[in-house]
């Protein structure tokens, strides 16, 4: 098994995911220090939501808060999971919402692909007739209009639930202090927003400083692991100047294995 001593893991996750990506980089030497950039909101349920929701043939979650939130949303009204029909299909973007499906136990689609991005999930011969189906997209507030219009072109009446929002966290002072001073800093963004909003917080604690170190030029030098190449490709347009390396699949485990590339790289 690959080491990983010497890599300082800054881990932008949302707190309520960071736990066991920490201990998994942990498990394996590396240090990792928990700094979110991201806090999520939980939004609410759309009305008759129970009824509606048994309507759906086919349900596509695009993350593990999707996952999360409704459940807990349900939870809330009554109802000890949501009431899938008797036909009803779920779908993932992303190998971490995959397994928090699998962990859920529901009524999963048995699909053979390596990457669950929505290209590759549209291109599935379970998605390419949907003329008379009705389907959901369970989200956030934001992302690519890719996935319902796919669905819609596959011939899909396509609705889609925002029931949570993602908001800037605030800078872990501390943390991104100890990060600044490591051997080989290594920075973790799941998605453009959780860069965006890490970016924003350095730069604003630049502004307060009255002796500002530039951190975020600094910041920009440093290796990151991010989790699509859509990702890559708009850091490196906005200036990001360090090494990248993509998640060779969407989950902690994907991170650990970008880890154990940067370590062997270095």
């Known amino acids: 098994m690959t080491k990983l001593d010497g890599l300082t893991l800054l881990n932008t996750r949302p707190e309520h995911q960071a736990a066991h990506l920490t201990r998994l ?12 950039s991201i806090e ?6 759309p009305a008759e939501a129970v009824t509606r929701f048994q309507r759906f043939d086919k349900i596509v979650f695009v993350s593990r808060n999707a996952v999360a939130v409704l459940n807990d949303l349900f939870q809330a009204v009554g109802q000890a999971s949501p009431p899938f029909g008797e036909s009803a299909q779920c779908f993932a973007i992303g190998q971490a919402t995959q397994q928090a499906l699998q962990a859920q136990g529901w009524p999963l689609a048995a699909l053979d692909i390596d990457r669950f991005v929505s290209e590759d999930l549209l291109a599935t011969e379970a998605l390419q007739d949907l003329q008379g189906q009705r389907c959901l997209i369970v989200k956030g507030e934001g992302g690519r209009p890719t996935l319902k219009a796919g669905l819609e072109n596959a011939g899909a009446d396509v609705e889609e639930w925002l029931i949570y929002r993602r908001r800037p966290a605030a800078l872990c002072a501390q943390a991104w202090s100890i990060f600044q001073s490591a051997a080989h ?3 973790l963004a799941s998605s453009l927003q959780a860069w965006s909003n890490l ?3 350095v730069t604003e604690t630049d502004s307060r400083e009255t002796h500002p170190k530039n951190a975020q030029a600094w910041l920009f030098l440093q290796d990151i692991i991010v989790f699509s190449e859509r990702i890559e490709n708009a ?9 990248i390396f993509v998640v060779p699949q969407q989950s902690d485990d994907g991170v650990l294995s970008a880890l154990k590339q940067i370590s062997m790289q270095s």
């Open 199 to 201: 970016v924003a917080m």
């Open 25 to 36: 980089a942990e498990s394996v030497g590396a240090t990792v220090l928990t700094c979110p």
């Open 235 to 243: 850091i490196r347009e906005q200036g990001w100047r360090g090494r």
């Open 40 to 45: 999520i909101e939980t939004l609410s349920l």
């Open 185 to 187: 800093p290594v920075v």
